[in-house]
Structures are given as C-alpha cells and as structure tokens.
C-alpha cells in the first residue's frame, strides 16, 4: 500500500531563510505524488505534483520539490522565506485500492516563519 | 468559479443529534471524497464515490454514511453525533482519469460535538 512520511509536524525558519520540508514515501509501483498548503482556516491548495518526467517539479509561489527514487524522498523547498508562506503543508501520494483511487496524506507539516 | 462549496462552514451540534454536511461541486468531477482532518492525524478518508450512483467506504466510515443521487452533491450524515467526531471536515473532488490528477478541496466545515 502506498504511504508517505512527513519528518517534522513544525519546522521554523527565519523570514528569508532557506525552506526544506520532507517527505518519504512508500510505494511498490511507481508514485505520483503531491504537495498541498492549507493556510489558516481555509482548505488544501495544491503546491505542485510530480508524476512522470522531470525529476524537478516546480510549483506556485516560489515553491519546487525533487523527485528522487533512490531515497524515495519527495522534499519540498523554497530558497528563500515569506512571512506569507506560513501555513499548514501536507505531502500525498495517489494510490489505487480496491478498484478506486484516493489520494493518502501524510500528518502534515507546519512552518512558522519569523521576521 | 466556486468550485467547490461546503456548508455550513461551521456548526456545535448537541451530542446524539443528527447531521448533514452539505458538498456540491461545479467541475463536472466524477470522483468526489470526504476527509476529516486532526491534529497531528493528517486527513483521513471517510467516504468517497467514484461516480453518480456509487459510493464506498474509507479509513474511518463508522458513523457516517454518504449518497450520490447526482454528478454535484455529495452529502455527508452523521446519524447520531458522537464528541469523537468533532473535526474538520473536507469534502474534495478529482477527475477519475488517473492517478496522476490532483484533487481539489472545498473551505471546509468545522464541526463541534458536545
């Protein structure tokens, strides 16, 4: 069964500081996998999705994630901090059971960002 | 665009009462999906439909049920509310035409049991 980890339920960073946010997945076929931002009180916005090609995926606002099989990793960065980018971020992965498809969360990361 | 609109957008709702939250979407999706979203449990699956007519169950289905009379609606009941089931609740719909299409999600709705 398809699964993803997030390592880290906060991550803080300095206003202009690096970002990385990690995710591992786990999957017996090849993944498709995704990043979402929830901002507050709001629901899931999708950041980008990797499925087949370009190991290197970038997304909206800033944001890009790199697809690498032999960590089965799935991380997501950003050079370069927003106060605007603190938010909710939650790592999936598409999997198919039992003859429909779902998308499976991981527990989700949140970033705070200070000035 | 809507997309997706949830209702209401918040509810306390007395312990033992019952419960409908409302989802309609404007994408002509066939799929459509209810989480429920805890901290630190991430979003978990409750029920889904791969298309009219059809619904299935997910990760945590016990004390809900869903209907899927139309392409645009897709209710979800809670019979009779437990505490257990103070969440937010997200209902999400996706094209069905592979694993490689992302959902899109409505604001959700903040339910309290008490």
Known sequence: AQSVTQL?????????ALVLLRCNYSSSVPPYLFWYVQYPNQGLQLLLKYTTGATLVKGINGF????????????????????????????????????FQKLVFGTGTRLL??? | IAGITQAPTSQILAAGRRMTLRCTQDMRHNAMYWYRQDLGLGLRLIHYSNTAGTTGKGEVPDGYSVSRANTDDFPLTLASAVPSQTSVYFCASRENRGLNTEAFFGQGTRLTVV
Do not use: I, Q, R
């Not at chain 1, 880290?8 to 202009?16: A, I, L, R, T």
């Not at chain 1, 890009?64 to 991380?75: I, L, Q, V, W, Y």
């Open chain 1, 113 to 115: 960002v200070s000035p």
């Open chain 1, 8 to 16: 880290g339920s906060h991550v803080s960073v300095s206003e202009g």
């Open chain 1, 64 to 99: 890009e994630a790199e697809f690498k099989k032999s960590e089965t990793s799935f991380h997501l960065t950003k050079p370069s901090a927003h106060m605007s980018d603190a938010a909710e971020y939650f790592c999936a992965v598409s999997a198919m059971n039992t003859g």
